[in-house]
């Protein structure tokens, strides 16, 4: 089973259909930009998860390959369906990549579709790049499924915020999936959670990824696959009339405008180690201070 989860926006901002008496109807795929004609497949409606999240589940066996798709929502009760042309998939969805081989064709200029061996030289790439990014930040890059049984909310959170619920990861991302209630007259739950970093949901991640896959394999010593390019690492500034001549200048240097993206830049996203702080024992009363009420 492939699942979609979109997040509508309406309005310039994320929308819930859902809590507005919506719903997302459906998505349909197509083999090209122009989104015209029948097309390759359709799902719909999809399920709500939570608040702005709704998840398609899409036909099994589809190619692999880019589709452009559109979305039809309609954002409230009584209000006419919007459609959303902005959404496009990779196939394979899900395969733990950050990023897509036809990503890594759009940075190379090299035409769609790809084939077969393009495309896993190009996810080589992509998983040599996240190796990097894992290193630095001393994470991992995909989440991991957690479940808590038998507990009991907070009150005055909503059950899809983590800190209703007895987490003990308090260092790390945490996102609640789903609950369900026990019904044993308890007011008990089960909870599924994800704990970790969930780097292909994080764009700076995930542009430096497609950035350093590319360039990776732009420079390296073979030429890459499907490109004709001989002039790696520069940009055309000028191109005579007859095509006689080129002009090249070479790349902006990091932190100019266009520059790749550098690995500091990632460092917010570094795991906080916590540890507690060294104290001296206090003596017990009446024979010293306790450490409660006393700052030395």
């Not at 992509?126 to 808590?148: E, K, M, N, W």
């Not at 038998?150 to 059950?159: C, E, H, I, N, W």
């Not at 390296?220 to 696959?225: I, V």
């Amino acid at each position: 089973m492939t699942v979609y989860d979109y997040q509508p926006v309406h309005g310039g901002a994320l929308h819930d259909p859902g809590a507005s008496g919506g719903q997302a109807t459906q998505i349909s795929l197509y083999a090209s930009a122009e989104r015209t004609g029948t097309p390759v497949a359709t799902a719909g409606p999809a399920v709500r998860l939570r608040a702005t999240a709704y998840r398609f589940t899409l036909p099994d066996g589809l190619p692999e390959g880019r589709y452009w798709c559109t979305v039809t929502f309609i954002p409230g009760k009584d209000q006419p369906p919007v459609t959303d042309r902005t959404v496009k998939m990779d196939f394979p969805l899900g395969t733990g990549l950050l990023a897509s081989a036809e990503q890594i064709a759009d940075k190379l200029g090299v035409p769609l579709p790809l084939t077969a061996s393009q495309r896993e030289s190009y996810r080589d790439a992509i998983a040599d790049a996240q190796s990097d990014v894992a290193g630095y930040l001393g994470r991992p890059l995909l989440p991991q499924p957690r479940t808590l049984t038998d507990v009991k909310p907070l009150y005055g959170y909503d059950l899809y915020d983590p800190r209703a619920w007895p987490v003990h990861e308090l260092d790390d991302v945490v996102t609640v999936t789903s609950y369900s209630d026990n019904a044993d007259g308890e007011d008990t739950y089960d909870v599924q959670l994800m704990v970790g970093l969930n780097a292909a949901a994080e764009r700076p991640i995930v542009r430096y990824v497609i950035a350093h896959a590319a360039e990776g394999i732009r420079n390296s010593p073979t030429q890459p696959p499907g490109s004709t390019s001989t002039d790696r690492g520069r940009r055309v500034s000028s191109v005579s009339a007859e095509g006689q001549s080129v002009s090249f200048e070479s790349a902006p240097v990091a932190g100019q405008a266009g520059a790749l993206p550098a690995l500091d830049s990632l460092a917010g996203y570094r795991k906080l180690v916590i540890r507690p702080l060294p104290v001296v024992a206090a003596a017990p009363w009446p024979y010293g201070r306790g450490r409660r009420y006393s700052r030395w």
